[in-house]
């Protein structure tokens, strides 16, 4: 801990002496220099007693009178009065003055978080670590000297809590605070450099603390992005063009103009206010604009020693160049098809890596390891790999920008651990400016986030700390896994990691230095030493009396050498030879050279090395042996090896790889001999890459090179161009060198106007230059003819064709009517241009001035005097191509074209007159032909050009069907695409945009404004007697209880301040039993007050996703969708179509992936929210739109639930109930977190057996759910609805089973029942006949089915069956109510549980139906989002047909698509005919259009459903009465009121009563009559039905007819071939034996057993298994080869058995597997 006060000489001095290799090499060591300079006399600062904060020195200094420069040199007797600056207590000091001391400390801090476990897991740790600064960083860098403060449980942490760790660094702070000031007495026992042991007091400071870039945030409290996420410096973030991440570039820009650098002073007071600011808005605001969180507990030790958070707060290099920039790159690289994985793994593997780099890890497949890559191989691959695996391979453009940040990671991780110079810190600061540049040139602004900003801050980060490896965090990142792998028992982990700490600790410095014993050869042999192990030479290397440079390391043995060896030995060592002289001669196998690389470099036999000979030159030689020549007692340490000469082109020029710029050699098959003290250092030999695997040549790697061939005036930063600079260009032909003077700059195009003179005397001549072009600018003598301003600039509008002299003229031109009508109108669909200059000179921005300043930029060009630089320029056409975007035309053309083209406007658009009331359409007429073509109704092409031609033929003016179709109101949103895991395409549109639209409308906003109900009303507070001003209470027409809130919006109990209730008149707060005082403020307010303090409000959604079938026919094509409402609006205003909102749907994505990108608007919309403009309010507003539950089917809620639903042991997605207990009651709710465990938990099983087990038992699916990401629990938001749960659950059960144990008698009662039933209350009958096609019923009829139970079937069914519908029609009735108080929640729960105990006892058959233990569930979700019709989903499956219709007319290429963008075009048509308003200017269409669209039977055609239609799309309770009943019981209503109020005569009452009879009687004949009618239409098309039933039997036992006899005459085909195949063996069996010539008797024998082989035919009684074993037997006896087997058997086959083999086809026919397996099933 000395090693500083042995190198004072460092930093004692002001001036810059030393490269900068240890920490005091910095220039903060020197600042804090008197902290251990005995010279230096300083004031000990004060500890409040209060706080016990340190009251910094100066301020002791203010009270005393004294300067800051002044020393003090003895103690003051008098105590002074100093006020603390924290707390401002005034208290009694009494001065103390101290001197510097050597033995002081510095630390070091660390913080970083870390996974315990091996896998990943929500139980995370922290450490706070501190290492001794003081020590050489070749002794500091052990995981040895790492000491930990503390361990933090990071996964009880506070998310998103600035000072959640303030609590764990105040113990160390206050710790240091007191070491700082009160010191610490120890023995000090060694005695160095003249400091005697003894009792000394020693001080400690902070000198630094280092993390990665999260850590640093958070301790310093800093914000990780943002717009100003830098702690050095005021760079401003930019958001990308696609997403809201801000991005940090223009580095073209800052290299000239670099961002001021941030003053710790000017921003204590800030990050003190945020501190104290508790409303998280205000907070979240103050944070984002200023970039800081809160004032770091830090901020404690600057009034003690100066620390500053803002510089002391280190950047690490091995978190940001390896970890982020590097592995950015070259996973850009693969991602993007740039590099073949396969060829950088063959060239990666033909690396031959040294022992040292082998020390660690190394970077071995792209292909298969590249996800495990760790920071130490992304850093080798980068240098010294990447030059020879990635050149040639990489193209040009890439790999410029590659090599850049290659030379980078070599000075930072080799040449600069040498120690870095004032060339080498300005030498990296011109390549990170290179590269940073040229980074965001190729890749685009996405690639600029802040790890790449801070790379532009390590070269004053050296100068104050030196060089990185003193503080980056390889070693504590190492000491994390001496942590993990002591063995815990997994609980407490935190106390048992500081234990274990403790107790190393403690060994450590107890332990005693115990030297080993080292036996040194140096008495009877001087110049050899020897070490068995490597450990042991770098003892002896490090020994205080003796330093040995050279030591060989590992096995010895004695060799000897030949005459021709002996003579090169004498020879190298220039020693002459003696005769008869016989050499003692000492091999080992490795040699350890001290002085090389970074703590010495071991060499060893096969690798290569530079030898250095007499006159300096360089060369390549290959060890073989490392020997120990004694020569007259004295030993020489030699090398024996294989010579390398570098190659040669055939022209005699030296070969070079073009990538790394280094030379290939080859093999001269020479020996060599060379000292020891020659050699240079180590390299590797890459074989050539043309011949990887045969190569006869190979590339020097010079990896450990103590310095780069380059310097700071040959890395050239790109140059930012502004008017009058002066550049030097290269040529593309001769490279012919230009000066050139910039006139003017085009930032938009990013290109620049020049005029160019040739060094020879050419004409001027001016060219276009890009800025990737550019670089410095230099200095010309001489004049320069600048541009000429005379010229007038011209513009020009392309879409009206007009051209204008003025600027100004131009602009107002744009602001007219007939301009935007001529866009709108005309060119609809078409892009327009924006105008630009007919003069090539002079851009739009340049008019009236030749200045920089009018051009927007700074002024005066920044030229030094000697600077030069060259680029390379294109062609002229590449740089016309910036501008293709522009219409450029020549004003001949221009004014040629004028007359024309007005002319044409003229007559296309004399209608405009007329458009005011219809705008942006030109009449009524073009509106209406408008709306047809987008209508959602399917129509045909053909249909609507006739009704174009039509209109056309009372207005020539409606534009063609395409113009029409590709026209765009405001308020479009084009769909945007998705892709799936699988590469699946879909498309979707913006729910934030529809919110922005809904809010747009007076009348929605009016709505949702005044709406109460299920969702509570949060108003602020007005101020009241004895209640606090800033409280929040709820509506005082809230009609649910209070604790429901937090089931509605489960947020609120985390925003709001405090709750009150109305009871009686009076504000009274809740207690805590009913709600959760709270005091976090709204975490909106920070967003509102950026806005500039916008109101917020809550607007919650319900998102409803189903599926249903693309196609009209029964041919089932399934599309997946995803839709929305405003849960805000009433169930009136949500039960119209038009109030549904569409979002996506695919028929080949599955319904999950489509979720991904939803989930990421969902998450914004409830934590961000938008900025929307209320119509109603007239005022702009944040939204904020959580989800309060999904409307969905049960499966479908299952999915969202990462459920199995019914068809698990644990069914329920709500509770974890089973199926044997399901109707007994619920179960433990689920929660989101225990799926999560649960999923994590089935996936550790080892086996897909063991998975699927345990997912059928836990009813948990493991496939990927995006909604387990949303904030509200997908378990508790979706409610039990209706129609599926009940409608298509109990009562279908109840219908089939009982229609099916009916006898037809019975049947026929019940089809009289139900024609007897007065039906004049109901919108609609049943459908169809009840006893035929009961199964072939849908909702609607079960739905009215429910309403006619009691009085149709108890009469036929048992009692305990009546019981049950009766119980069955109980539930009805509560699932269809409309309102109800919370006080009968418990009579609701003994509903349900009376049906459910009904059909356990009397229907057992509908125990383990799902749908009847869900409807336990339906109380506790009433409580939490109202009444159920609130949350039902047949409105929302009436909107399935919408998303139908629009899938049928399309033509089916994109169908997800089509549809998307047919929903975006008719919700922008809906809400612009609404009079939306996108902003607060006025409504964007005309009052015509509004009325137009309001009329009924435009609304009627556009939406869909009649306006004045009695019939709803959503019914309560009760189907709704049709026209007649609501006439008759407000019939029935009006007389009541007449008779009891007015008091009428008798006579008229009786006179109307009689007609109000005759006028029932009158409808019931007709309807009687209607019946009829409909009975005889049933009739006959029954007898239709019939008849159509006996034709197609018919033809059905035809077809079978038919089959029959093909299957005979195949059966009797196979016979034959059979019986011939027979036939044809004995023939040929039979001339065998015949002819005497069977020479192979065995083979005659088995033909004649198999022919002998028979079994009897299978008759009925016999059992078919048996007879085939049998059979088996039988062949295998006779040995009959087992293909044949086939043969035997089918012929002895009959019945049911022959019929399957008959049915078999030829293939299968001759297996007898096949064959078995068929006749035995």
């Known amino acids: 801990m000395m090693a500083h006060w042995k190198e004072r000489d460092h930093w004692l001095s002001n001036e810059v002496l030393f490269a900068r290799n240890e920490i005091w090499d910095g220039e903060r060591f020197k600042e804090l220099s008197w902290f251990w300079n005995p010279e230096a006399r300083w004031v000990i600062p004060a500890l409040c007693p209060n706080c016990k904060q340190v009251v910094g020195s100066q301020s002791i200094k203010d009270e005393l009178g004294l300067s800051p420069e002044t020393h003090i040199e003895e103690h003051y007797e008098c105590s002074i009065s100093i006020q603390c600056p924290n707390c401002y207590l005034r208290f009694e000091h009494k001065p103390k003055v101290t001197s510097g001391g050597p033995r002081n400390i510095a630390l070091i801090g660390h913080w970083d978080g870390w996974q315990p476990f091996s896998t990943s897991c929500k139980h995370s740790c922290g450490a706070i670590e501190v290492s001794i600064a003081t020590m050489k960083k070749s002794d500091r860098c052990s995981t040895e000297e790492v000491y930990v403060s503390g361990f933090v449980p990071s996964y009880l942490l506070p998310n998103k809590c600035p000072i959640s760790l303030d609590p764990f660094l105040e113990i160390l702070v206050k710790e240091l605070e007191d070491l700082f000031v009160n010191g610490m007495e ?121 620390f500053n958070i803002l510089k002391d707060l280190t950047f690490d290099a091995m978190h940001d160049v390896t970890l982020n920039i590097i592995h950015h790159h070259l996973l850009r690289y693969l991602e993007a098809g740039i590099l073949s994985r396969n060829e950088i793994d063959v060239r990666l593997a033909a690396i031959p890596w040294t022992s040292e780099l082998k020390d660690g890890r190394l970077p071995t497949s792209v292909t298969k390891r590249l996800g495990f890559w760790k920071a130490e191989e992304l850093q080798k691959f980068c240098y010294p790999a990447s030059e020879y695996v990635l050149g040639g391979i990489l193209p040009d453009d890439e790999y410029h920008v590659w090599i850049l940040i290659v030379r980078i990671t070599e000075m930072i991780f080799q040449i600069g651990r040498s120690g870095w110079s004032d060339d080498d810190i300005q030498l990296l600061k011109q390549l990170i400016l290179r590269h940073n540049t040229l980074t965001e040139e190729v890749e685009g602004l996405k690639s600029c986030v802040v790890t790449l900003h801070n790379l532009i801050h390590y070269p004053e980060e050296i100068k104050r700390f030196s060089s990185p490896d003193n503080y980056w965090c390889y070693t504590f990142e190492r000491a994390v896994h001496g942590y993990v792998v002591r063995s815990s028992n997994n609980r407490n982990m935190e106390l048992s990691f ?185 390299v590797m030999l890459f074989p050539d890459p043309d011949h990887l695997h045969d190569p006869y040549m190979y590339v020097v790697i010079d990896h450990q090179r103590p310095f780069i061939p380059l310097n700071k005036e040959a890395v050239i930063v790109p140059h930012f161009p502004e008017a009058g600079d002066m550049v030097c260009v290269r040529g593309t032909i001769g490279n012919e060198v230009y000066f050139a003077h910039i006139q003017s700059v085009n930032k938009n195009s990013n290109t620049c106007q020049e005029e160019v003179r040739p060094k020879r005397s050419l004409p001027l001549q001016d060219f276009e230059m890009r800025f990737s072009e550019l670089s410095r600018a230099c200095c010309m003598l001489g004049h320069v003819t600048t541009i000429n301003m005379s010229e007038k600039a011209r513009f020009y509008c392309p879409s009206c064709k007009l051209e204008f002299e003025f600027r100004n003229r131009y602009l107002r031109h744009l602001e007219t009517a007939r301009h935007k009508a001529y866009l709108q109108c005309v060119k609809i669909g078409e892009e327009t241009s924006t105008a630009v200059l007919v003069s090539p000179h002079v851009q739009p921005t340049d008019c009236g001035s030749s200045s920089p300043a009018a051009n927007g930029l700074d002024s005066g060009p920044v030229v030094t005097e000697g600077e030069s630089c060259y680029i390379h320029v294109d062609d002229v056409d590449d740089f016309e191509g910036a501008f293709e975007s522009d219409i450029i035309e020549p004003p001949a053309v221009v004014s040629a074209e004028r007359e024309e083209s007005a002319s044409a406007v003229d007559s ?100 949702l404004e005044g709406q109460d109900g299920i969702y509570a009303n949060v108003h602020k507070l007005e101020h009241h007697p004895g209640t606090p001003v800033n409280g929040y209470v709820l509506s005082e027409t809230v009609c649910i209880a209070v604790c429901s809130i937090k089931a509605v919006l489960p947020e609120l109990q985390t925003w709001a301040l405090n709750i009150f209730q109305y009871q009686d008149g009076c504000l009274v707060r809740l207690t805590d039993d009913e709600y959760t005082t709270l005091s976090s403020p709204h975490p909106m307010k920070a967003k509102s007050i950026g806005c500039g303090g916008l109101p917020v409000i809550m607007a919650p959604i319900s998102i409803f996703s189903d599926d249903t079938s693309g196609n009209k026919s029964k041919v089932w094509n399934k599309f997946n969708s995803w839709n929305f409402l405003l849960a805000g609006l009433s169930r009136k205003d949500n039960a119209k179509l038009h109030n549904i909102h569409f979002i996506c749907a695919s028929n080949k994505a599955p319904v999950m992936e489509m979720a991904v990108p939803l989930v990421q608007e969902f998450n914004a919309l409830e934590h961000e929210g938008i900025v929307v403009f209320n ?37 329920c997605r709500i509770c974890t109930v089973d199926v044997s207990s399901g109707l007994q009651g619920i179960g433990h709710l689920r929660t989101k977190t225990d799926t999560v465990a649960q999923i994590q938990r089935i996936q550790s099983l080892p086996t897909k057996r063991e998975r699927k087990q345990m997912q059928t038992q836990l009813g948990t699916s493991c496939k990927p759910n995006p909604m387990l990401e949303l904030a509200v629990d997908p378990h508790q ?67 009215t089915l429910a309403q006619l139970a009691l009085f149709v079937f108890p009469p036929l069914v048992s009692p305990g069956e009546t019981e049950v519908w009766l119980a069955l029609s109980k539930v009805f009735k509560l699932v269809y109510c409309e309102r109800f108080t919370p006080d009968k929640v418990e009579s609701m729960k003994s509903v349900c549980l009376g049906f459910a105990q009904a059909v356990d006892k009397h229907c057992p058959e509908l125990r383990s139906k799902l749908k009847i233990h869900l409807l336990y569930h339906l109380p506790d979700h009433m409580l939490q989002f109202g009444a159920p019709s609130g949350f039902n989903t047949e409105r929302c499956e009436s909107y399935n047909g919408v998303i139908r219709s629009h899938n049928i007319y399309a ?132 007898r239709r039905q019939r008849e159509e039933e006996k034709q197609r039997e018919q033809e059905t036992r035809e077809a079978e007819r038919r089959q029959r006899e093909e299957e005979k005459q195949r059966q009797a085909e196979r016979e034959r071939q059979a019986r011939d195949e027979w036939k044809a063996q004995f023939e040929m069996v039979a001339r065998l034996a015949q002819d005497g010539r069977n020479r192979e008797g065995e083979q005659t024998g088995r033909i004649l057993k198999e022919a002998e082989a028979k079994v009897a035919k299978l008759t009925e009684r016999d059992d078919i298994e048996a007879y085939l074993a049998t059979f088996e037997r039988t062949m295998t006896a006779y040995e009959v080869n087992r293909q044949r087997w086939v043969y035997k058997l089918a012929p002895q086959l009959s019945g049911k058995a022959q019929q399957a083999y008959a049915a078999m086809s030829s293939e299968e026919s001759v297996d007898y597997e096949r064959v078995k397996a068929a006749t035995v099933s």
């Open 1451 to 1582: 033509n089916k290429h994109a169908p997800s698509k089509d549809i998307a963008n047919s929903f975006a075009i008719q919700e922008s048509i809906r809400f612009f005919c609404s009079g939306v308003h996108l902003d607060q200017s006025e409504m964007q269409c005309g009052d015509g259009v509004i009325k137009l669209y309001q009329s009924s039977e435009v609304e009627d055609f556009l939406t869909g459903t009649p306006s004045t239609c009695d019939k709803a799309i959503y019914c309560h309770g009760a189907l709704p009465l049709d026209g007649r009943a609501k006439a008759q019981s407000g019939g029935r209503a009006a007389t009541s009121c007449e008779g009891t109020g007015n008091k009428r005569s008798g006579a008229s009452s009786k006179r109307r009563r009689k007609q109000r009879e005759q006028e029932t009687r009158e409808a019931e004949r007709r309807q009687r009559e209607e019946e009829k009618q409909r009975e005889q239409e049933t009739r006959e098309a029954e």
């Open 908 to 1007: 296309s658009l004399s209608h405009l007159s007329e458009a005011d009331s219809y705008k942006p359409f030109a009449s009524k007429l073009l509106a209406m032909a408008y709306l047809i073509v987008h209508s959602p109704r399917p129509m045909g092409q053909s249909n609507f050009k006739f009704i174009l031609h039509t209109l056309r033929t009372s207005c020539s003016a409606v534009p063609s069907l395409s113009r029409l179709a590709k026209y765009r109101l405001p308020g479009y949103f084009t769909p945007k695409m998705h892709l799936t895991s699988t590469g699946i395409p879909f498309y979707t549109n913006s729910v934030s945009n529809s919110i922005k639209l809904c809010f747009g409308i007076p009348e929605i906003g009016k709505n």
């Open 498 to 682: 500081s234990n274990s700490e403790c107790l190393r600790e403690f060994l450590k410095f107890h332990s005693g230095n115990v030297q080993s014993s080292m036996k040194l050869n140096t008495s009877f042999f001087p110049g050899y030493v020897h070490a068995s192990t490597i450990s042991e030479a770098v003892t002896m290397a490090k020994h205080r009396d003796v330093a040995y440079q050279s030591i060989l390391v590992g096995g010895k043995k004695y060799t000897s050498l030949s005459t021709h060896e002996v003579t090169e030995v004498f020879r190298v060592l220039k020693k002459q030879q003696l005769k008869h002289f016989t050499l003692a001669v000492i091999q080992a196998p490795s040699i350890y050279m001290s002085q090389h690389g970074f703590g010495g470099t071991l060499y060893r036999v096969g690798e290569h090395v530079l030898v250095s000979d007499d006159a300096g030159e360089l060369s390549v030689a290959k060890i073989d042996a490392i020997l120990a020549v004694n020569i007259e007692e004295e030993y020489h340490l030699l090398l024996k090896g294989e010579e390398y000469a570098q190659s040669v082109t055939e022209t005699g020029d030296s070969r070079i790889h073009t990538s790394s710029e280094n030379p290939f050699v080859e093999s001269t098959s020479s020996m060599i001999f060379f000292p020891c003290k020659s050699i240079v250092r180590k």
């Open 1175 to 1211: 119509a109603f309010l007239q005022c702009k507003m944040i939204v904020v739109a959580p989800i309060l539950s999904f409307l969905c089917d049960n499966p479908r809620g299952a999915e969202i639930c990462s459920q199995l639903g019914a068809t698990a042991v644990m069914y």
């Open 1277 to 1343: 938001s979706t409610p039990v609805e209706a129609l599926h749960t009940l409608v298509l659950g109990p009562y279908k059960y109840m219908l089939r089973s009982r229609m099916a144990r009916f006898s037809p008698q019975q049947r026929k009662e019940v089809l009289a029942r139900i024609a007897s039933f007065p039906f004049s209350g109901f919108a609609l009958r049943l459908s169809q006949d009840i006893s035929k096609y009961y199964k072939s019923f849908v909702g609607r009829d079960f739905k």
């Open 186 to 306: 120890v023995e000090y026992t060694g005695s160095s450099e003249g400091l005697p042991p003894g009792k000394i007091v020693i001080r400690c400071i902070l000198l630094l603390w280092t993390g990665d870039y999260p850590a640093q945030a958070q301790v310093g409290k800093f914000i990780q992005g943002g717009i100003r996420p830098c702690r050095r410096c005021n760079v401003v973030g930019a958001q990308g063009s696609e997403s809201t991440h801000y991005y940090y570039g223009n580095y073209r820009y800052h290299s000239r103009y670099p961002s001021d650098e941030r003053d710790l002073n000017m921003f204590v007071q800030t990050m003190k206010d945020i501190e104290c600011e508790d409303r998280p808005t205000v907070h979240a605001t103050m944070a984002r604009e200023s970039g800081f969180t809160g004032l770091s507990i830090l901020h404690r030790l600057y009034a003690a020693y100066g």
